[in-house]
């Protein structure tokens, strides 16, 4: 139960800077950020939301690269067919996330660029990371394993990071015409 509760604090801190990160992105000023209630409402909509499309895509990108591990036996169009979904899932998600973590209202067609490269980017990190969880860490023994599972976890999450912060970025710069 300790661990539980643990996760979803630590989930609702990461929505509530990248709220914070999205706000300074685009320019909103300090007055007009929302309070801590509605931060916080904010923020369990985000994780949600956000938690269970990034779950189910990193699934379907798990059976793309892990299936024959798993006993799934996908031909070359199921496996294509699945990682287009994942992938249009990924963009819709992005949409989603990039017009809720600002308080700023933005268009689709705003968030769209930047919404269309982070997809593409995690997509290829989702592909990384379940590979080299399948293939590599997977054989890993006793402490030499976990540590590799969670050192290359944060690396993971930092990267994720970075590449949304950057595609946000890229959406202000294109709105902008800077």
């Known amino acids: 139960?300790?661990?539980?509760?643990?996760?979803?604090?630590?989930?609702?801190?990461?929505?509530?800077?990248?709220?914070?990160?999205?706000?300074?992105?685009?320019?909103?000023?300090?007055?007009?950020?929302?309070?801590?209630?509605?931060?916080?409402?904010?923020?369990?909509?985000?994780v949600s939301i956000g938690g269970i499309g990034l779950t189910a895509t990193t699934l379907l990108q798990a059976m793309v690269t892990g299936g024959d591990l798993w006993g799934l036996n996908l031909g070359p169009v199921t496996t294509l067919v699945t990682a287009v979904g994942g992938a249009l899932l990924n963009t819709a998600l992005f949409v989603y996330l990039?017009?809720?973590?600002?308080?700023?209202?933005?268009?689709?067609?705003?968030?769209?660029?930047?919404?269309?490269?982070?997809?593409?980017?995690?997509?290829?990190?989702?592909q990384v990371g379940v590979g080299l969880v399948n293939h590599e860490i997977a054989g890993a023994q006793g402490t030499s394993g976990t540590f590799a599972v969670v050192i290359g976890l944060l690396f993971w999450l930092y990267l994720l990071a970075r590449i949304t912060l950057f595609c946000a970025e890229l959406n202000t710069v294109l709105a902008g015409r800077l």
Request: charged share 15%; hydrophobic share 55%.
């Open 1 to 46: 139960m300790l661990f539980r509760s643990l996760a979803i604090w630590s989930g609702l801190a990461v929505a509530q800077v990248a709220q914070q990160a999205f706000n300074r992105i685009y320019g909103v000023s300090r007055d007009r950020w929302p309070g801590f209630l509605p931060s916080l409402l904010r923020s369990i909509e985000i």
């Open 98 to 126: 990039f017009t809720r973590l600002t308080v700023r209202t933005v268009r689709v067609r705003e968030v769209l660029p930047g919404a269309t490269v982070a997809a593409v980017a995690w997509f290829a990190l989702q």
